[in-house]
């Protein structure tokens, strides 16, 4: 089964674990070097790992699976319990780390986004512009490969490769660089060592991609315009992605059963090398400290060499604190809806008829009522419609009522539809709440929230023979509201730094047209024979791909501007309102959004390019702040990788960070007060008046109120000063912003407050 829905993965990390432990005794670890202790009879470092390795133990020298020097100083190797204990006995050892599993995070966005506006506004820029310079930008995507046929990666009318570039494509048996490569798709690399070694899989090693998600990802970013693009019908027009012109280079890392660290730490070193400037990685784990968690680890690498790093917040939410790639120096994006959505329907025997979502594309039902079955049967899961669980003598020719959860949606059709079912209502328990993510099914199957789930549910148990007919109603645009967060992004509170605010901002992610792997049908279901050349996906892998996208046309605009001023242009200039001008909302319960769901808002593409002022940030900047965590000088080494690194520069509170948000958390003091630094990139002679924003619990002063930059590029302090009253809920949360103002700018930066028990 591939890894192409985003609701499979959730449960494949715990089933690889398992399959690691029945391979071999041996597992793969990380070993972090002290690089600068290098002997001077060693011409090149992965020289003397390779010695060193050999050395300390009695391996096969074919265990030694990566040496790594751009974003990271050591090499992953498999291991014994008693190699692992003699290297880390070994003064040029730092530390031995045990590999990481990671999961993949799984038309209408150019227009939602406003970048079909040829004319602008565009920061001084026509869009025309932006996309010539963007063809020296190169978008590195970490994710399952490409596929390289697919007219997303056509290079007509494309100059030649930029000369600074120093990757390449590699050959396998089913990809032949000289012809599925171009001046579009100019590197396509494959990583699959330590998977091999952990997993013992006997896949095609190839950068060829036979999942989709990879293609997906790759054609949002930076995909070709493709017309007539649709899924079987659905979603029809022009599909484009974020930066039309921008060269892609895809690196494959994540399999059938996951991503390893080992690989994804090897592919971020050869992307640094290869010279991309944006890095987009739809995947991540759990939270972990910084120095052990290897997406952090390569991103701070890559951001040192002035390459933006973008990663999807995962697929978690509606739970409070499950974020993962929260590290402050990586841009964490979580997803919303757009205004176009596929309306479904399912009529009741009496009389009413409730909207959903669906894709299904097939032969519909007629008009004809038919029996209406749920949770019938000796089986005690049917009401999940899991495999096995359905009698087809009950189910045959009805139409089946399936809860939501577990298994996959598409996968709950199949399984109906193998017991003989006609048709299915997909409805949402509380799990899930209102949230609606439409799916290609196998079947006729109309996807329903909970609210009418549970009116479908009691009008089943109460009518003597219940009865349905299910329609369709195909693709409609301009929905209102929108955006909406999705209720499946992954939300903070942060657990590794409560003081840094994730997400960072929202993105498009829920029924997001791309292209697809030919080699996989729509559902990604073996049992899928059809084949489409795009897919309608759901999920923050959706939404990453389209701020790395748009990284890369501000990269374009302005290539002087470091990581960290691109992340700022696009979280101050970020809304919170949705196109009916109110507050965004969750489609978890469709109350009001906060920061932890959607951080500083929505991108705005054309604001960002523009944005007045950012928050710049250096590699010293965020070593203070590494500092300020109290990690020790071997731990900060892992990360920052500087031989001479000290702390003497250090933080009371990481949350003196200089970034574009703020979350301050009362603990025995009532008081936080923090300083920022704002650089004009706007005009000569700019001035900015302070506008704040707060809750009623909590004081908020700004010093000074005004700001005054006489000269581009110039650089202005302000200090602000948090005061919370007496006697906080500390289960309790608030919401404010600080904003800097002018006639052409506004500066936000949104504040969450929160309160620890004393």
């Not at 031995?96 to 038309?107: G, I, K, P, S």
């Not at 739809?282 to 790093?309: C, H, N, Q, W």
Request: hydrophobic fraction near 40%.
């Amino acid at each position: 089964m591939g890894l192409g829905s985003v609701i499979w993965v959730c449960a494949i990390a715990f089933l690889l674990q398992s399959c690691l432990l029945l391979v071999s005794a041996k597992k793969t670890y990380i070993v972090h070097m002290k690089r600068h202790q290098m002997p001077d009879s060693y011409a090149t470092h992965s020289e003397w790992y390779s010695d060193h390795y050999q050395s300390l133990t009695s391996a096969d020298p074919d265990s030694l699976l990566y040496t790594y020097d751009s974003a990271y100083h050591g090499f992953a190797a498999v291991l014994s319990p008693e190699e692992v204990e003699s290297l880390r006995q070994s003064d040029s050892v730092l530390g031995v780390y045990e590999d990481t599993v990671y999961q993949l995070h799984t038309t209408r966005t150019p227009e939602f986004l406003g970048l079909n506006n040829e004319l602008g506004p565009w920061g001084g820029h026509s869009l025309q512009e932006l996309n010539q310079a963007s063809q020296d930008v190169i978008i590195g995507v970490l994710d399952t490969g490409v596929w390289p046929e697919s007219k997303s990666f056509s290079d007509v009318n494309m100059p030649g490769v930029p000369a600074r570039w120093r990757g390449k494509c590699e050959a396998a048996d089913n990809f032949d660089p000289k012809i599925h490569c171009n001046k579009k798709l100019i590197g396509a690399r494959f990583f699959s060592r330590g998977y091999s070694m952990a997993s013992g899989s006997k896949e095609i090693h190839s950068p060829r991609d036979d999942d989709g998600h990879g293609t997906h990802t790759s054609s949002t970013a930076a995909g070709s315009q493709v017309e007539n693009a649709s899924l079987l019908g659905y979603a029809s027009g022009n599909a484009r992605g974020m930066a039309t012109h921008a060269r892609l280079a895809t690196y494959r890392v994540c399999w059938k059963s996951g991503c390893l660290g080992s690989d994804i730490l090897a592919a971020m070193d050869r992307a640094i090398l290869d010279g991309v400037d944006v890095l987009s990685l739809s995947l991540g784990g759990g939270s972990a400290p910084y120095f052990r968690d290897t997406i952090a680890i390569g991103a701070f690498a890559a951001m040192e060499k002035g390459i933006v790093v973008s990663c999807s917040a995962g697929n978690s939410g509606p739970a409070k604190s499950s974020l993962a790639n929260v590290a402050p120096w990586i841009m964490t994006v979580g997803a919303g809806t757009i205004d176009r959505d596929f309306p479904a329907f399912a009529t009741l025997g009496n009389g009413q008829k409730y909207t959903g979502v669906s894709l299904y594309s097939g032969q519909g039902m007629g008009s004809k009522l038919v029996e209406l079955v749920y949770n019938k049967g000796t089986n005690s899961s049917s009401n999940l419609c899991l495999t096995g669980s359905l009698d087809p003598a009950i189910v045959r020719g009805k139409v089946v009522l399936c809860d939501r959860g577990i298994n996959a949606r598409v996968e709950k059709g199949a399984v109906v539809r193998d017991a003989g079912g006609v048709g299915m209502i997909l409805a949402n328990t509380a799990a899930s709440g209102e949230e609606l993510v439409a799916d290609s099914h196998l079947l006729p199957a109309v996807a329903v929230g909970r609210k009418v789930g549970d009116m479908i549910r009691q009008y089943v148990k109460t009518a003597v023979k219940p009865t349905a007919v299910l329609g369709f109603g195909g693709t409609v645009v301009n929905v209102k509201p929108s955006p909406v967060v999705a209720a499946f992004s992954s939300r903070g509170p942060n657990t590794v730094t409560s003081q840094i605010l994730k997400p960072d901002v929202i993105g498009p992610g829920v029924n997001i047209l791309a292209a697809w792997s030919e080699a996989v049908g729509p559902t990604g279901l073996d049992k899928d024979t059809r084949r489409t050349g795009f897919n309608i996906m759901s999920g923050t892998s959706m939404s990453c791909p389209h701020i790395s996208g748009l990284a890369a046309l501000i990269k374009a605009a302005h290539p002087e501007w470091s990581p960290s001023a691109i992340k700022s242009a696009l979280m101050t200039t970020a809304y919170t309102v949705d196109n009916t001008n109110s507050p965004l909302r969750d489609a978890a319960d469709y109350s009001i959004s906060s920061p932890l769901a959607h951080g500083a808002g929505h991108v705005d593409p054309q604001k960002a390019l523009s944005p007045g002022l950012v928050y710049d940030a250096t590699a010293e900047d965020y070593i203070a702040f590494l500092c300020s965590l109290d990690y020790t000088i071997d731990m900060i080494q892992v990360i920052v990788k500087h031989p001479n690194v000290t702390c003497a520069r250090k933080w009371q509170d990481p949350g003196q960070l200089n970034y574009p948000s703020f979350s301050v958390v009362f603990g025995k003091s009532r008081v936080v007060r923090y300083t920022r630094r704002l650089t004009n990139v706007g005009a000569a002679g700019s001035i900015y008046q302070v506008s704040i924003d707060a809750p009623k619990n909590v004081v908020v002063t700004v010093k000074p109120s005004k700001l005054i930059f006489k000269n581009v590029g110039d650089r202005q302090r302000y200090t602000v000063t948090f005061v919370s009253h007496k006697r906080v809920d500390p289960s309790a949360n608030a919401f404010g912003s600080i904003t800097w103002k002018n006639a052409e700018h506004q500066v936000k930066s949104p504040v969450a407050f929160s309160w620890s028990p004393l």
